[in-house]
């Protein structure tokens, strides 16, 4: 027993022994490496969604074309520089934000930057409210128009860019997917069970809106003083939202008269619309731009002659020769709808070329930014006179026509 007690006690004794020596083990941080359950992952998912077959596009070709090479080529108005909309379908707000800082320069001297994401939260407020009150009837979603805009001023008031960017800590690009979805979602599940509650279903919806996009400031600090959101646009912007007017033209309604725009994003149904004939609506639009005034334009971009790589849009001999653009082709382009109200965009300068006048456009939109001056698009009269729809201007460049109009 003596024996087989002295036998066990050495070997525990060798075994702490051999332990106590043993090299301790350190950990790391590593990142995974693809192994084969990545390549089951690609098999399965090549599989459940093949690539889809690509489609060429039908687009001019501008070999030989005379085009602008630069934006130094016009001569154009004081603006900010262009700044990119991300993935959301605001451009109506940073076009006409662009455009009234334009305004206030041209009228105070003051060079400002206001935030677009400001006007665009209470602008989702705005349509929720409308959603609800309507049970269901109106339109939600990203787009608006111009006119949007000074109707958020006059009820909100506005704020300095830094003041509110919009954009979570970290965040460098705009992305409405999300908040749109949920915000749709949620309105779908208020219409199923006949929830009607306005002031719940609003708070629901500033509570998806405060997640996306953070809480907008009840005042500001300009230059040391607060402000309001509306002192803030009445007292140090002095920007009079009813100085301004909204020009169409298009056959469907009587000209000289104020019409309806009738276009999903005019989802409030604003009638305020000046409708005049097509010859002046250009005249008014190379009037205003030849004056220094500066406009918010809105139409369609989504044509052969519209490219994003040249920065040009030009309307192809083999769509309508320029001298065919009347009223009549506009008209059934929109009533067609191969013209839509796609795009708002800010026009702030001009040139003229081989007898044609061309427009330079600061544009908000992703395809802007592709390559030369990021942020800008050449547009030729021949495009603007049948694909551009309405455009916002101050009323001075419209004084000759007020007396026109009949209600």
Known sequence: MKSYLYILTVLIFISASFITAQEKNKGVFTEPKPGYYFEVRKMIDEFNNPPKEKREMFKLDFTGIDIPKSKEEFKYFWHNDPVNQGQTGTCWSFSATSFFESEIYRLTGKKVSISPMFTAYWEYVEKVTEYVRTRGKSYVGEGSEANAVTRIYKK?????????????????????SKLIKEINGYLKNVKETNAWDENEVVNVVKSILNYYMTVPPTEVVVEGKKYTPKEY????????????????SYMQQPYWKQVEYEVPDNWWHSKDYYNVPLDDFMKIIKNAIKNGYTMAIGGDVSEAGYDSWTKVAVVPTFDIPSEY???????????????????????????????????????SGSGSFNTGDKGYYFYREDYVKLKIMDFMVHKDMFKDYFSKFTK
Do not use: C, M
């Not at 709808?337 to 600061?362: A, C, P, Q, S």
């Open 156 to 176: 909100y008031g506005a704020v300095p860019r830094e003041a509110y960017t919009g954009l979570l800590p970290g965040q460098k690009a705009y992305d409405h």
């Open 233 to 248: 646009l009445t007292n140090y912007l002095k920007l009079n939202p009813d100085d301004y007017v909204d020009i169409v």
């Open 325 to 363: 653009i009347d009223e009549n082709a506009r008209q059934f382009r929109f009533s067609n709808e191969t013209t839509t109200d796609d795009h708002g965009i800010h026009l702030v300068g001009y040139e003229e070329k081989d007898g044609v006048t061309w427009f330079l456009i600061k544009d």
